[in-house]
Structure formats: C-alpha cells, structure tokens
C-alpha cells in the first residue's frame, strides 16, 4: 500500500486520492489509511488524430468496488472505458499522452504485452456478442488462447465461469449448443463468462445492459453485486438509476468549451447524486439536462 | 395549451370523395399491374426457352455411355465425353486451389485496411480485372504458363480460370466479411486474441456460408468458360484420368509423379467440347454437342442448388 502511496507524485492525483478516501469505504480507510487503488488515470489526455476527444482525466478505480462513468451522450466515457484495456489501439491515428497505471504499472508504456494487458483487464460490450460456436467454446476461447488445452481444466473453468455468471444452471445441459441460439439476457452473461474464464483483475462494461429487457437487466445487475467481491468492475451507463443501483463510486464527465471529454466530478455513489459539489453534476443526476 | 387546440372543431379544408376518379384509379392501378407481370414473365422467355431447347435437342443423346466413354471415331456409333467432365473436374479444382487460398488473404485485408494504399490498389486492381475480357486472361496465361513450358496443359488452364474467378471470389468474400458485426471480433480481441486468430476463429466462421457460396458460384461461372481454355488447356480428346493413373503404375511411378504428368497433359472441359464439337459438319458431333451443353447448364445448376442447400443448413443449425 505505502508504495501505491509513495509513487505518486502529481499532487493533483494526491488531492484525488484524498477526496477519494474522505468518501471511501470507512472499515478500508481505518484498517489500512488507504483504500486500494486498482487502476489509475494520470493526467490523461486522449486523440482521434488531431482531435482531443479526453482531457486531464484523474480518476481512481477503487479494487473490488464497482465505479459507475455517466454522462451525456459524446463526453467521452466509451473512450475512456476503452482506453483501460488498450482497445483504442485498433482505432486509427488514436493517441494517449499521460497515463494510465494498473497495479501501479503504465499499460501504456514502451514494452508492455498488450495480449496481457487484455488478459488482466477484461470487457463486456454493449450488444452481446458471443462467437458462432458452442456454449462451452465461447467461454474455452479465451482460456485455449492462453494455452490451457487439457479437456479437465478446461471443463472446469468453463463450469467456474458460467457459474459465477449465473448461467450455469440454465446453460449445463446444452453445453455443445450454439451460443448464439439462447436469449438475448443469456447471451450477455455468456460474455460475462467468456470475460471472467481468463481470470481478470478488472471487467470493464459497456453498457451492459442497454440492449436488454428489465428482467435481463436486473439479472445483470445482481450479478455485478456478486462478482465485485471478486473483481473490480468499471461500469458506463446512460441509465443514472441503474449507476445509483449498482454502482460504490460515480464519475459525473462532461465534454468543455474543447468539445473534449473532462471529468467534472468524481466521487462516492450517494454524495454524487444526493450531494454533488458540482453544479453542473447536480444538474444531470436530477434530469434537468442531458 | 394543448387541450384547447384539441377542443377546437377540426376545420374541413377540403372534402376528399372516396369515390372520386375511382374508376379510373383501379383501371390504371390494374393496367400497370398486368405490364409489370408480362414484362416479369417476358424477362424469364429466355431462361425457360434455353433451358427447354437444350433438353429438347441433347436431352436424347444422353445415356451412360455418354457419362463413361471416351468419344469414339465419326461413324462409330456410341462413345461419350468422359475426357471432357474429367477435365473440367481437373480444372475446376486446379481453378479453385488456386484462387481461393490467395482470394481469401486479399479480402481479408481489404475488408480490415480499406483506406490503406495497398487496400484502394487490390480493390481498384479487383474492378479491372473483373472487367478484363476472358480471351485476354487465356492469351496472358498463354504467355505466361505455356510457352514457357513448352506445352499446353490443364495446369495453364487452372491458372487462367483462377485469374477469372479472383476479383469474384475477393469482392463476395470482402462484403461477407463486412457484414460481420465488429463487435464479434472485437470481443475476441478484448480477450487479448491477435487478430489473425480472430479473423481465423470468429470472423471467417461467422461469415463462412456466404464465403462458400460465393466460392460455388465463382466456381460455376468459372467452369462455363470457354475462351481462356482455348490457348491454355487446348483440349484432348483421349484424356482419361483411370487409363493415365493405371499406365503410370505400371511404369513403377508413384502417386504424385503421376498426378502431377496428368497435370502436365492437355485437357478439354465441356465448354470446349461444345464448342469444337459445333463447329464440325457431323450430325453426330452437332447431337453430342447439344448433350455437352445440357450437361453443362446441369452442373451450373446443381452448384448454384448446393449453394443455396448449404446456406439453408447454415442458416437453420446455428
């Protein structure tokens, strides 16, 4: 933890941190004088070639907790979602300056395995989209890649994941089914345990539940409250009732003057939508604009 | 606000008779119904009376022997096209191993680097090839596989087929590719996959039925070809795949010395046979060459019913 502490040297990320911790978790804060920071924007700055669509992000991604990003439509939280797991790379001419730390380490420095930074840092997207094949090889995908080809161990995490994505029991007898045959609500948690079968620090979701029905979506949402006592989970939504639900702490970002995505505020769940400091927060989380 | 505009009585600006002009309405409406249908039906005249004179006139010539025989010298009656169908199976295949593995790879990185330099200059290169006439491509072969060797041979003509069937096989399997949702590749690249492997193991699996009957149809547009045959394969009337395998074992040759000499011969494909086979002043070669072409619109056919079975079992096992 003091290494965590001592590494940091921005004082603007200093002055977060503590904002974050006069709001974290008590029992954390008292035990250790920390909670633990799982990922960390630096003075983050994101382009679309010339166009700068992040600006000075400084945000803190509390382990085992799950952070909710909202904000209008065009401010950046998709960006900056996939900016976590380096999926901005396969976008053309796209560019970050400043940093992004996972355990303490820049994903974005010279040198790092970006197959291992996807491995640790997971995601789900907002329309399922599980592979044309079976069940039980949508959630082997990922383990295969990583070399894992004995038919016991793949058995087993392939049981673990759909388990921890509460689609096991709906699932276990048409394993060798398509994955594209079940519902819509199936398919995602199927993505959910595709996401968790390479064992993730971190799952990142887009919009998980957009697409789906308030009964899938409710599915969904008590799943995040299950897996947050083993992942740290990092969640954009548009619905501000579904980030209330769900979420431990909240992101408010807005686009500037720039039209480029800033963070306006960031903080725990119930001070930013009973008590936000900001004006411009107050006035998106009670609907009077946005 | 709302409510009083709602409580106003609706002003009636212009009272619309239903019956007004009806007559005339439903006349027009069903005279340009019955032009559309006889224009549809004139447009099929065509196909059906293709279809129905090349059974008409080939349809009694054929028989067994005409699957099985090699053709027998004029005034010997009998005989068959077996050279023919051998050979076009030979080059089809030769056609097919040849475009498909490179077509494949092109479409892939067109379909993934569309604005690169060497994305615009395959799919302008696609556009004029696919334009270029078919007697050129032989003519190119000619130069470019035959004169070197020496000879002519059905190698020449699979090389000058997969010229033809390329941009084809490019374009369908590019747009295929396209209708991939991204976000199916995208979820295996967010489980760290390279994109090899998720072009290799999501994407061309997606769009695998359309790939395939795309590959069918290239193929059977391919195996209809005349002229790019007429300077590569040339034509053989005693090909016979059997004679030439049990010949090259009894001179103690091996399987794929003797594949590959077979290779090396001049073949003929039922395009050509038809086409050297009217121009001859015999009624029997006339007769064989209406059979040569109801045989060959039956193979168009059953690839073009094997496309389309395909996709039916595809589309209804996912």
């Keep these: 933890m003091s290494d965590i502490n001592s590494s940091i040297k921005d004082s603007k990320v200093r002055n977060l941190q503590m904002a974050v911790l006069s709001v974290g978790k008590g029992s954390q804060s008292e035990e250790t004088g920390i909670a633990e920071i799982k990922m960390q924007t630096v003075d983050l700055d994101f382009f679309y070639g010339k166009f700068k669509a992040l600006a000075q992000i400084n945000l803190s991604i509390q382990a085992k907790q799950i952070t909710a990003i909202i904000g209008p439509s065009g401010c950046g939280k998709s960006t900056l979602l996939r900016a976590f797991n380096r999926m901005n790379d396969l976008v053309p001419h796209a560019r970050v300056e400043g940093k992004i730390l996972l355990d303490n380490q820049d994903i974005y420095a010279p040198g790092v395995d970006v197959v291992d930074i996807r491995r640790r840092v997971g995601m789900v997207f907002q329309r399922p989209n599980p592979f044309p094949m079976s069940i039980y090889d949508n959630v082997a995908y990922g383990p295969r890649l990583y070399g894992i080809n004995k038919r016991a161990t793949l058995n087993e995490i392939v049981e673990k994941s759909l388990r921890q994505s509460a689609l096991w029991d709906e699932v276990k007898d048409k394993l060798n089914q398509s994955g594209m045959s079940i519902s819509g609500g199936q398919q995602q948690r199927l993505c959910i345990a595709r996401a968790l079968a390479v064992e993730p620090d971190v799952v990142l979701m887009d919009e998980p539940a957009s697409a789906l029905d308030p009964v899938s979506t409710l599915k969904i949402e008590d799943l995040m409250q299950t897996l947050k006592l083993s992942y740290t989970i990092v969640i954009v939504t548009h619905n501000m009732q579904q980030a209330a639900r769900v979420s431990d702490f909240t992101a408010f970002m807005m686009i500037d003057a720039n039209r480029a995505g800033t963070l306006v505020e960031f903080g725990k769940t119930p001070q930013i939508f009973t008590n936000p400091k900001n004006k411009q927060t107050e006035e998106y989380v009670t609907g009077r604009f946005g | ?318």
């Excluded at chain 2, 997606?206 to 070809?225: D, H, K, M, N, Y």
């Excluded at chain 2, 619109?297 to 996709?311: D, E, H, P, Q, S």
Aim: with cysteine.
């Design chain 2, 1 to 318: 606000m709302n409510a009083s505009i709602a409580e106003q009585p609706l002003q009636i600006v212009h009272r619309i008779n239903p019956r007004n002009r009806y007559k005339r309405r439903m006349l027009a409406n069903q005279l340009m119904l019955g032009l559309a249908g006889f224009l549809t039906l004139l447009a099929l005249v065509p196909l059906f009376w293709i279809i129905g004179y090349v059974i008409l006139k080939g349809g009694q010539y054929i028989n067994l022997n005409f699957f099985i025989k090699l053709p027998t010298p004029l005034g010997v009656p009998g005989g068959g096209v077996l050279h023919s169908i051998e050979g076009t199976l030979i080059l089809t295949v030769l056609a097919g191993l040849f475009s498909i593995p490179p077509g494949l790879l092109a479409a892939f990185y067109v379909a993934y680097n569309p604005n690169t330099a060497l994305g615009t200059a395959v799919r302008f290169g696609t556009d004029v090839l696919s334009g270029v006439p078919s007697i050129v491509i032989g003519i190119f072969c000619y130069a470019l596989v035959v004169k070197p060797a020496g000879h002519y041979s059905a190698l020449a003509g699979g090389v000058a087929l997969a010229i033809l069937m390329l941009p084809t096989i490019i374009r369908t399997t590019e747009e295929m590719i396209k209708l991939v949702p991204h976000t199916m590749r995208e979820g295996s690249l967010a489980l760290g996959a390279p994109e090899w492997k998720t072009s290799l193991k999501v994407t061309l699996p997606a769009a695998i039925s359309g790939i395939v009957t795309g590959f069918l149809l290239a193929l059977a547009r391919a195996s209809g070809e005349t002229a790019p045959l007429l300077f590569t394969a040339l034509g053989n009337d005693r090909f016979e795949i059997g004679r030439l395998v049990q010949g090259g074992l009894r001179n103690g040759q091996s399987l794929p010395t003797i594949f590959y000499n077979i290779l090396q011969q001049p073949v003929d494909s039922l395009p050509l046979t038809l086409y050297k086979y009217t121009q001859q002043p015999f009624p029997e070669r006339v007769n064989q060459a209406w059979a040569v072409a109801l045989v060959l619109m039956g193979l168009v056919f059953a690839t073009n019913l094997m496309a389309r079975i395909y996709v039916n079992y595809r589309t209804s096992h996912r």
